[in-house]
């Protein structure tokens, strides 16, 4: 589980996230929602750790993050595994390479071994032999599948995705979707996805918090999400001029 | 202000570069992959360069040597000191730092807007030493010999001017650059280069890493890598020659 107490930051003197907290649970997709510019990617890279919080504190599993010293805090990285909004995937580096890279950083395995668990990992994510492609031969949804493989090859025990489904297509987004649910609840593993899109609230999200203007506003379920007499989260699920004719 | 910010800054992120390697193998493949980036993959440039450089300067040392006081070998003894202790070591690392310095902060830039540094921190890797020192060891190392090449084609071309103009004989000019030499302006020169080396590659690689933005911020990194990794080795120029020259 991660924790999330009461945590601000601020850019220039902008404040970006205000007094945020929350509780991230093992096993379940935690969804972030909210606007572009409501403060999802800084809270997520405050989590990690790739921005220092102002004020708050963060627990990965009752570890407090926030008071550990750099070399501390790589132990708890290299738990985590992150899926970039773009897939971030080395450029100069085929699949394999970046699938095998945290493998080659970490652990010890021979050649054969890092392949193997490659191979397994893009498997996982329904990927046929991409390995020698590079990343700018790949389409937006293989990148995003890549980046999923490379994510889970070090087994980590929190996933952290940033908008995975940004520049998919319908289809696309919910086979994502369906496979950082399935890996979630497969591994048992931490997840949090940040995301704007409405099939994935209500496909994927156990948990669900909306993000307002850097400050939380709303925590609940993808049924009581519905039911919510909030106007800022209603604005937001049903910003659709469809879905307001629907609904309302 | 501004600058000693930027000071102060990149020392921060050279101390950094230069804390203990994750994993020492992955360095050493990363290295020798840069070696070939940035330094095998410029010997072109650096020949056709100090080839015709080195062309030039005896044609244009022959044609404004017109005195009968002046022996003809001298011209010889001239291009090979002008290759020697100027060109070879700072106009081949000024061109260096056009080609490899734009190279290295286009690079890195890319990968920090791209997110690609992020993905290094998350995992736990110190971002900062897993790229940059293995391009600050492999400057380093391969530049000396980029120079100590740069040095004998240029000398070869003033030869092969000399045969092609007339302007002196062969014989002349070999004895020319065998007249009075000073072995330890090799040294000094290869003193120079890796100091340039080590600006090119940490100057370049700092404008890189600090980059915000998008494409045109890469653009923007780019072009302030090459123009103050160009001053800062015309700066070091003046202080190595005053240090080890008098």
Known sequence: MIEVKNISKSFYGKNVLTDISANFERGKTNLVIGRSGSGKTVLLKCIIGLHEIDKGEIAFDDRNFTGMSFKQRKTVRKEIGMMFQNGALFDSYNVEENVTFPLDMFTKMTKEEKRDRANFCLSRVNLVNPNKLYPSELSGGMKKRVAIARAIALRPRYLFCDEPNSGLDPVTSIIIDELIKEITVEYGITTIVNTHDMNSVMGIGDKIIFIHGGQKWWEGSRIDILHTDNEELNNFVFASKLLKKDNK | ?246
């Not at chain 2, 990149?10 to 203990?20: D, G, N, P």
């Not at chain 2, 240029?154 to 020319?176: K, M, N, R």
């Not at chain 2, 690689?205 to 302030?224: F, R």
């Open chain 2, 1 to 246: 202000m501004r600058v000693f910010f930027n000071i102060g800054r990149y020392f921060i992120l050279m101390r950094k570069v230069f804390s203990k390697p994750e994993k020492g193998k992955v360095y050493f493949n990363q290295t020798l992959k840069e070696i070939y980036s940035l330094g095998i993959s410029s010997l072109g440039i650096v020949i056709i360069i100090s080839f015709f450089i080195g062309a030039v300067i005896t044609v244009q040392t022959a044609i404004n040597t017109t005195s009968p006081f002046i022996p003809k070998f001298l011209i010889g003894l001239m291009v090979r000191d002008s290759l020697l202790l100027e060109f070879s070591s700072t106009i081949v690392c000024l061109i260096l730092a056009g080609k490899v310095g734009s190279n290295i902060a286009s690079e890195i830039g890319t990968m920090q807007v791209t997110e690609q540094i992020d993905a290094l921190e998350t995992m736990g890797i110190n971002s900062a030493s897993y790229l940059i020192l293995p391009k600050i060891i492999a400057s380093v190392f391969i530049n000396p010999f980029l120079v100590i090449i740069s040095m004998f084609i240029g000398i070869s071309g003033g030869l092969l001017a000399a045969i092609y103009t007339e302007v002196i004989t062969s014989q002349q000019y070999i004895s020319g650059i065998q007249f009075f030499f000073n072995p330890y302006y090799v040294t000094y020169s290869l003193i120079k280069t890796v100091v340039f080396a080590f600006i090119i590659s940490s100057v370049s690689s700092y404008q890189g890493y600090y980059t915000e933005g998008g494409a045109l911020e890469v653009g923007k990194s780019s072009t302030k890598a090459v123009v103050y990794s160009s001053v800062l080795i015309l700066l070091f120029n003046m202080i190595l020659t005053d240090l080890l020259l008098t």
